[in-house]
Antibody, heavy 118, light 111 residues
Framework: EVQLVESGGGLVQPGGSLRLSCAAS????????VTWVRQTPGKGLEWVANIKQDGSDKYYVDSVKGRFTISRDNAKNSLYLQMNSLRAEDTAVYYC???????????WGQGILVTVSS | DIVMTQTPLSLSVTPGQPASISCKSS???????????LYWYLQKSGQSPQLLIYDVSSRFSGVPDRFSGSGSGTDFTLKISRVEAEDVGVYYCMQGTHFRTFGQGTKVEIK
């Protein structure tokens, strides 16, 4: 069974940093892209970033470029999202997901809440 | 950036009746490889999104055949042939031709 479990969310002040982690199991992690998607009540679902199997290619939505960094550790079957210079508009539930690239995002974690507020 | 626009934003359906959701993209989703990367998801209350349809019209593993997808270019449709109570939730389209963009969602409820 494919499982993706996020951790590391919470409350952070504007301008602060947070690192999300995602532990993957139930599939061969090294053969898939993995992705972060966030969801806010006002803006719905927004793809944030994804990373290739070996970490050589990474892509970001414009609104997080230069502030967020996606990475992976294939030895630990783990995905990460380092979020710096956080803004109120980054407040959302963040989902880790398996990304089949052109086969779409097919399995999602349960999501973790990030709140940016003073 | 590709903008995805869904209509309607909400839908109330009698069980056993059909339902249809439209998704239009701001530019063609035909990829240079000749394929079109359009997906449909259902997010039930309190749950993560689940993949229903990939590549416009292919049903994902375990998805009932009452769900079907169609379309090309910029216009796409998700159809439910006979809505069941378990189909309630918010449906999203997503393009995968140029990175990923989601539609704003269509809330489906039972009358």
């Amino acid at each position: 069974e494919v499982q993706l479990v996020e951790s590391g969310g919470g409350l952070v002040q504007p301008g602060g940093s947070l690192r999300l982690s995602c532990a993957a199991s139930g599939f061969t992690f090294t053969t898939y892209w993995v992705t972060w998607v966030r969801q806010t009540p006002g803006k719905g679902l927004e793809w944030v970033a994804n990373i290739k199997q070996d970490g050589s290619d990474k892509y970001y939505v414009d609104s997080v470029k230069g502030r967020f960094t996606i990475s992976r550790d294939n030895a630990k079957n783990s995905l990460y999202l380092q979020m710096n210079s956080l803004r109120a508009e980054d407040t959302a539930v963040y989902y880790c997901a398996r990304d089949g690239f052109h086969n779409g995002i097919d399995y999602w974690g349960q999501g973790i809440l990030v709140t940016v507020s003073s | 950036d590709i903008v995805m626009t869904q209509t309607p934003l909400s839908l109330s359906v009698t069980p056993g009746q059909p339902a249809s959701i439209s998704c239009k993209s701001s530019q063609s989703l035909l990829h240079s490889d000749g394929k079109t990367y359009l997906y449909w998801y259902l997010q039930k209350s309190g749950q993560s999104p689940q993949l229903l349809i990939y590549d416009v019209s292919s049903r994902f593993s375990g998805v009932p055949d009452r769900f079907s997808g169609s379309g090309s270019g910029t216009d796409f449709t998700l159809k439910i042939s006979r809505v069941e109570a378990e189909d309630v939730g918010v449906y999203y389209c997503m393009q995968g031709t140029h990175f990923r963009t989601f539609g704003q969602g269509t809330k489906v409820e039972i009358k």
